[in-house]
């Protein structure tokens, strides 16, 4: 008996029965936005079809160019762009999978200057107007949809995906803020669905019965004056009475600000949306399959969800990016060998906001999979790790998979280095799963690890290996303030790793990615986490049940700071602007609402008994004093390579890897990729 019955049971569509509950919800990775990425996005695909996903679903295609996403975006409107895509279709297909293609017309949120929505209302999130579309532009957009859902059957799809949530092109036209038209596409509800209505039946026409279409519905906007909750009930069964298959759950608008998918939210912290229309649906004597999504990210968490009735299907996507063999492994009972995504958004999201290729922090393979091949070793050598950190894991367990002999090698009791910081912050526990992931992989792979060891260079030399790879990763940078070595500073280490007691108010220097966490950590109370509080993590938001309020959004709660907590960097300007482009308002606005006080273009002057003096720019005197209990030290990190001398000396191969090749801006991400990369080169 599968310890997933409700996760892995096949779902019958009618015409075609998909093997499990699985989908895999669209993701933009960029591939689909030039020609000579085809090749690497049916690797892609292909590779998560090998891993037993039921049904795939692309990454957003535009049906023309007002649907853009952003200058020569990824479109499907001719013959000839479809015959590209039976690259992917037929990759996925020899590998045993489904795929449908999503269709997205971004409206207002395109980001280039030929967008077009149903009134000149620009969004927050692009600096063009949209051009208001007359009626006759309304018809050609729905016969775009048309034609990109046929040419999609005629591309091999087995059915498409009408994205019609997250605030993109239709869901522009369902809500009154951003249509204020009086003709027959505004005014009442009625007029204002009449698109998706449209789009759905039209589609289906013109693809006929036996084709998935998956209408993407908004059920929770998540913006003010969004859709009531009869609206969008009275949507989904217009759109289900007008031939869709398969609805699937959109959660918040891309202008919302409330985060929806960033690690710090729940697991599962939306299913109950979908819950509530199932139950609305099965009343009205409506069967059709639902899907929920949003921080769905192990089999788990997916089998309870549809165990609790929330759901026919869950989608999953960055899950798939972190490990394309999600679905095998819970089929096989070894879900805890799953690299979980973290939710980091690092790689892939914020990918996709640099235009890059979208990637994934855990797993650096994803979307480079017909260039990061990890082939057998032509010779079996003995290499030595050193340190057990991300950048460590990733080499030791690749190299050991490749078929060398490793040695790895932490001064710790535990593998993980910093991350075993990072998982004590409120909203990161996902970081754990990194560190279980790498345990397991460790032992299956062969790695011998030697925990309790700190490797010095005579050990290593002794040790005759082929080649030492130093992942020893940083130091604290030393920030030199007058003071600091007062009984009322420590480190973030003290505060994260050794649990050394901060005093009531404190005063955090530095404001990196660590300074944010430290100030989240210390506002928070001790063991408390709203990420594992449902009902609590919903009120510190506002997000409230769509019946009681127009897109389910009140005032937020947040309940009071655990201490009082002052956050400062010596640049001027706004704090925390190097933290992820899809992440850093969420820090800002966590720590706004717990009162955190945030001031930049500080010089720090001195640290005494009452707290820690600044001035301001070039006035260095009459300092003023922040009042705190214990300065936390949070000044940014240097590598740390003592052995890479000693080693290089004795004439050892030596190749660094992560902050001891580089703390400048490191992360995981980088630690990781280089790790992996290293160890696939040797
Ligand atoms: P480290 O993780 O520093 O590991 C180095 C290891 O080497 C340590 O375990 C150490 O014990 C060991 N070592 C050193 N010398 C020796 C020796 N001589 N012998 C044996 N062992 C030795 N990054 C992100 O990408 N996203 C985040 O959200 C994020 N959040 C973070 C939050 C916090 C609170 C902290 C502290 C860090 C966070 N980071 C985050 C940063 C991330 O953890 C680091 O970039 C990453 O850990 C660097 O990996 P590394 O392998 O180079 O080094
Ligand atoms: P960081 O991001 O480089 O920040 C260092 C902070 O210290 C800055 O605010 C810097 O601002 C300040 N600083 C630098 N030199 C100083 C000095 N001599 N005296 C006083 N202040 C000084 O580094 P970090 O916060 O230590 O984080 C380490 C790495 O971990 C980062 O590269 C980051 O990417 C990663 N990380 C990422 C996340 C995430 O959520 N993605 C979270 C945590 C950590 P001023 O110079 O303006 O004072
Ligand atoms: Fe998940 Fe982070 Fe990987 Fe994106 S980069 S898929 S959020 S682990």
Known sequence: MSAFPHLLAPLDLGFTTLPNRVLMGSMHTGL???????????????????????????????????????????????????????????????????????????????????????????????????????????????????????????????????????????????????????DDWGGSYENRMRLPVEIVQRVREAVGKDFILIYRLSMLDLIPDGSSWPEVVTLAKAVTAAGATILNTGIGWHEARIPTIATSVPRGAFAWVTKKMREELRAAGLTIPLVTSNRINMPEVGEQILADGCADMVSLARPLLADPGFVAKAKAGRSSDINTCIACNQACLDHTFQLKIASCLVNPRAGHETELVLQRAPARKRYAVVGAGPAGLAASTTLAERGHEVHLFDAAAQIGGQFNMAKKIPGKEEFSETLRYFGRRIEQAGVTLHLNTRATAEALVAGRFDAVLLATGVVARDPKIPGQDGPNVLSYIDVLLHGKPAGERVAVVGAGGIGFDVAEFLVTPAGHSPTLNLPEWLAEWGVADPATVRGGVVRAQPAPPARRVTLLQRKAGKLGRGLGKTTGWIHRAALQMKQVEMIGGVNYERIGPQGLFVTYGEKRQDGQLIECDTVVLCAGQEPLRELEAPLRAAGVAVHLIGGAHEASELDAKRAIDQGTRLAASL
């Open 32 to 182: 689909e936005d030039g020609r000579k990425h085809f090749p690497a996005m049916a690797a892609f695909f292909a590779e998560r079809a090998r891993g037993g996903v039921g049904l795939m679903v692309t990454g957003g295609f535009a049906p023309n160019i007002e649907g853009w996403a952003k200058p020569f975006a990824g479109t499907l409107a001719t013959s000839g762009a479809a015959r590209r895509h039976k690259l992917v279709t037929d990759a996925v297909h020899a590998a045993g999978g489904r795929i449908a293609l999503q269709i997205l017309h971004t409206g207002r949120y395109g980001y280039h200057p030929l967008c077009v929505a149903p009134s000149r209302i620009q969004s927050p999130i692009s600096p063009f107007t949209p051009r208001a579309l007359g009626a006759g532009g309304i018809e050609r957009q729905i016969r775009a949809f048309v034609r990109c859902a046929r040419l999609a059957r005629e591309a091999g799809y087995d059915g498409v995906e009408v994205m019609g949530s997250e605030g993109y092109f239709i869901n522009q036209f369902l809500v009154t803020h951003t249509n204020q038209r009086t």
